[in-house]
């Protein structure tokens, strides 16, 4: 920058996900090509020297922006739109990751004016055919015609563009050849029961949390004794970020006797500590195994001495969502561990079974981890079955933070047997 101009000259940006160069200029994103490519920085320089000099930009809206560029563009808003307060960012930045992957894959170098109707159901039938769910294919399609519909709102592209894309209706159940998606199922216990002996006892008071409060996974694992309010019988816990907290939603849940003897020993701890932590999961983990050791301190590795010093992946303050699952899912690996047949460790098989497994049995085995698997969302429907149960559904309703029943039932199994009592008495 000169001294004669004090325009704040933008610097040329690395899109990681496409590999593409770009700057940001008057609101508008510019992409020149690969960024590794010398014809990318010499594009930039000259594009700058233009517009320091006074020239306006010759980017038509909708004339030169290819598909590819609008979703590099939209990825880098949504990064930061889609974000939860501890900066981590939402499921659905995940999902629009997904969905921009097809449509850029098909209709990357496809100017964005120009990309309509026939386009859309295109990467629509591309995730039918990737085995995607009618009801998650509908869903992504819209997440599509949204990343569009931005663009319309930030002059990048014309309005014809998302307008005609609102013509393209959702799959219809019995109307299409996507599959349709199971509803989820309450966890038999003694499946809950069996990782017990595998897993955390940080990760099994969250299980039992779960079923005896039915909340989510995701507001327990951020809790702090700051969030609880102890002052009555009955504690009351307001998670600092909840799922419905960006539509000004509140959110409570009610921790009884069962949950609070569970709990208590979790909030020994600084006010704004969060109460269930990784690394003290992992440091009682090595403990219990070093407590265990049958080799002499002499003898073979020492504690500490066989650790990375620069680990990829490092325990966090609190779980995750998705650590939280995939400790269950480790856990359920332990718990229920296949025939020995279709076992495999490391690459090698065992010694009942000889030769690769073929398509059919590594069909089987997957066929057995989906039998003996289950997730922690599975666990509010176990908690709102028994509420419904047992005090009916607008009470159910109120304990799971639900602002419809309609919502509600979706969630509680209903109760076959009042109907079998009552048709055995009028009928």
């Not at 000099?53 to 980017?59: D, F, M, N, P």
């Not at 269950?328 to 279709?342: D, G, M, S, T, Y």
């Amino acid at each position: 920058m000169t001294a004669s101009n004090s325009k704040r000259v933008p610097k040329l940006r690395h899109h990681k996900a496409s590999n593409q160069g770009y700057v940001q200029l008057e609101g508008r994103f510019v992409y020149f090509g690969r960024y590794d490519d010398p014809e990318t920085t010499e594009a930039y320089h000259r594009l700058i020297a233009e517009w320091l000099a006074g020239k306006q930009l010759t980017v038509a809206p909708g004339e030169t922006l290819t598909v590819v560029e609008l979703l590099a563009a939209y990825m880098d808003h949504a990064r930061e739109y889609y974000t939860r307060p501890d900066g981590q960012t939402t499921v659905e930045f995940s999902h629009l990751k997904t969905a921009s992957r097809i449509v850029r894959h098909l209709y990357a170098r496809t100017p964005a004016a120009e990309f309509g109707p026939l386009a859309l159901k295109a990467c629509r039938e591309r995730m039918v055919e990737k085995g995607w769910c009618r009801r998650h294919v509908n869903q992504q399609t819209t997440r599509v015609k949204r990343i569009f519909r931005w663009a319309v709102e930030n002059e990048l592209i014309g309005g014809e563009a998302y307008h005609a894309l609102q013509a393209v209706a959702g799959l219809r159940r019995g109307r299409t050849r996507a599959k349709e998606s199971k509803s989820v199922k309450p966890v038999p216990i003694e499946y809950v029961n069996a990782v017990k002996p595998y897993v955390s006892r940080q990760v099994w008071a969250l299980i039992q949390l779960q079923i005896l409060t039915a909340a989510r996974g995701g507001e327990l694992v951020i809790l702090r004794p700051c969030d609880v309010d102890r002052t009555g019988e009955t504690w009351l816990y307001t998670p600092a970020d909840h799922k419905t907290a960006h539509h000004g939603h509140s959110r409570t849940i009610y921790i009884g006797p069962r949950a609070r003897r569970i709990l208590s020993p979790f909030l020994l701890r600084a006010p704004e500590d969060y109460c269930f932590n990784p690394s003290e999961a992992d440091a009682e983990r090595r403990a219990i195994l070093s407590a265990a050791r049958t080799t002499p301190m002499s003898c073979g590795n020492r504690p500490g001495t066989n650790r990375h010093t620069k680990p990829q992946r490092q325990p966090g303050d609190h779980y995750t969502p998705h650590s939280y699952a995939r400790a269950i899912r480790c856990a359920l690996k332990q718990a229920f561990p296949p025939p020995a047949a279709l076992a495999r460790r490391k690459g090698e098989l065992v010694k009942e079974y000889e030769g690769r497994l073929t398509a059919a049995d590594r069909q089987a085995l997957r066929e057995w981890h989906k039998k003996h698997h289950w997730h922690p969302h599975q666990l509010r429907h176990n908690a709102a079955t028994e509420l419904r149960k047992e005090f009916g559904l607008e009470t159910a309703r109120i304990i799971l933070g639900h602002r419809s029943p309609a919502v509600t039932t979706l969630y509680a199994e209903e109760d076959r047997q009042k109907a079998v009592d009552a048709i055995m008495k009028v009928g």
